[in-house]
């Protein structure tokens, strides 16, 4: 089997992949709980060739959440839900009803996409999603979502947090400005602090998201993202330790043997490159 750049090659080798005593053991085996870490991991891979601007590195990280797409609606196809062409015509259609300023009638082509109009268009989609599961048996008719209800609890915690804030933000239900934020990070970092004192290990964790939160929040006053710039402290991070471990390694030392002070020394000499 040859490579190709037609969709359908890629679809092939993930259907005989998937083919009881010709495919793979592994791929066989794999159902959507087994493999959705690996489509969050790919999706992360995909952020992080963006950030460090490596262009051969996203075309290959593309190509690898792509598998994770055809991976996903193979396993729905055998199971008799939907096919990868289905996932096609689902973001197809909803990518043209939530444009209407570019696909719609001619009266409203070329205008400028409405205040709102974006968000409007999603409540109707899951408006009409939902009434499907009820008519499916899927939902309960009486089932009341919140407003906040619509943000994923998949996502990642920090994402989550700063999505749940700019949802609430939209029924101006925020801070007005960010310096009062800071105020609430003290006071939530004092309530932490006396959660430690009290050893209580529940109301620790509890005070501890509370800190991230108003971090998050603070955050999003200034504009920031807040993975990003975790993700940026991390590398950061990263990229000091590493220096420490190359310094040791060049005086004939290693982490093992270093001492803390020696390595703490060597730390803060990275900390002046970067």
């Known amino acids: 089997m040859q490579a190709s750049k037609d969709i359908s090659r890629l679809?092939?080798?993930m259907a005989a992949l998937r083919t009881p005593g010709t495919g793979c053991p592994w791929d066989l085996e794999q159902d959507f709980t087994s493999i959705a870490p690996y489509t969050l991991e790919e999706a992360y891979e995909v952020a992080d060739a963006i950030e460090r601007h490596n262009m051969d590195d996203l075309r290959d990280e593309l190509g690898d959440l792509l598998l994770q797409v055809v991976f996903h609606a193979r396993m729905a196809e055998e199971l008799g839900n939907f096919a990868f062409g289905d996932v096609v015509e689902a973001i197809t259609k909803k990518m043209i009803r939530r444009h209407p300023h570019v696909f719609g009638p001619d009266a409203?082509?070329?205008a400028k996409l409405a205040k709102g109009m974006w968000d409007r268009i999603k409540a109707e989609e899951k408006a009409e999603r939902r009434q499907a599961r009820i008519m499916r048996g899927l939902e309960p008719e009486d089932h009341g979502k919140?407003?906040?209800?619509?943000?994923?609890?998949?996502?990642?915690a920090l994402v989550?947090?700063?999505k749940l804030q700019q949802k609430a933000a939209q029924v101006e239900f925020d801070w007005k400005e960010a310096e009062p934020i800071l105020q609430k990070i003290d006071e939530e970092l004092g309530e932490l602090r006396e959660a430690v004192q009290n050893g209580d290990s529940n109301a620790i964790t509890?005070?501890?998201g509370d800190v991230l939160f108003a971090l998050v929040n603070y955050g999003r006053h200034?504009?920031?993202?807040?993975e990003a710039a975790l993700?940026?402290?991390?590398?950061?991070?990263?990229?000091?330790f590493h220096s420490?471990?190359?310094?040791?390694?060049?005086?004939?030392s290693s982490l093992d043997a270093a001492t803390l002070e020696e390595m703490e020394a060597l730390w803060q000499q990275a900390k002046k490159v970067r």
């Open 11 to 13: 679809i092939e080798i």
């Open 108 to 110: 409203v082509r070329g």
């Open 146 to 156: 919140g407003f906040l209800d619509g943000i994923p609890p998949a996502l990642p």
């Open 160 to 162: 989550r947090a700063l």
């Open 206 to 208: 509890d005070e501890f």
């Open 222 to 226: 200034l504009g920031i993202d807040p």
């Open 231 to 240: 993700r940026q402290t991390n590398e950061k991070f990263r990229s000091r």
């Open 244 to 252: 420490v471990e190359r310094r040791l390694s060049e005086t004939g």
